[in-house]
Nanobody
């Protein structure tokens, strides 16, 4: 089992930045690739970005357009999502999830149902 706990959400003005963290415990987290998803009211859960087991590769949803950066520190069992230039329509609960992946470099992307472990999410509110 892997337990994931997100933090770093909050209220930010449009154009601002937030850094989300996802702390893992349980089984060796470096054995898992990580993904970030978001879920806004009335919308389906959406893939945001992912990072490979070794942290060398990342992949993002088309809407990111260079504004977000995923990273990880396997020594701390933590993955991060730096979000810049946030928009009001990006208000959502942001989730961290983990999956084995096919290799050290696999970044998916994955659909929500493909992920093995999930955190409980952290709310990001972007005001206009």
């Amino acid at each position: 089992q892997v337990q994931l706990v997100e933090s770093g959400g909050g209220l930010v003005q449009a154009g601002g930045s937030l850094r989300l963290s996802c702390a893992a415990s349980g089984r060796t987290f470096r054995a898992y690739a990580a993904g970030w998803f978001r879920h806004a009211p009335g919308r389906e859960r959406e893939f945001v970005g992912s990072i490979s087991r070794n942290g060398d590769s990342a992949y993002y949803g088309d809407f990111v357009k260079g504004r977000f950066t995923a990273s990880r520190d396997n020594a701390k069992n933590t993955v991060y999502l730096q979000m810049d230039s946030l928009k009001p329509e990006e208000t959502a609960v942001y989730y961290c999830a983990a999956v084995n992946g096919n290799s050290e470099y696999d970044v998916g992307p994955w659909a929500p149902y493909e992920m093995t472990y999930w955190g409980k999410g952290t709310l990001v509110t972007v005001s206009s």
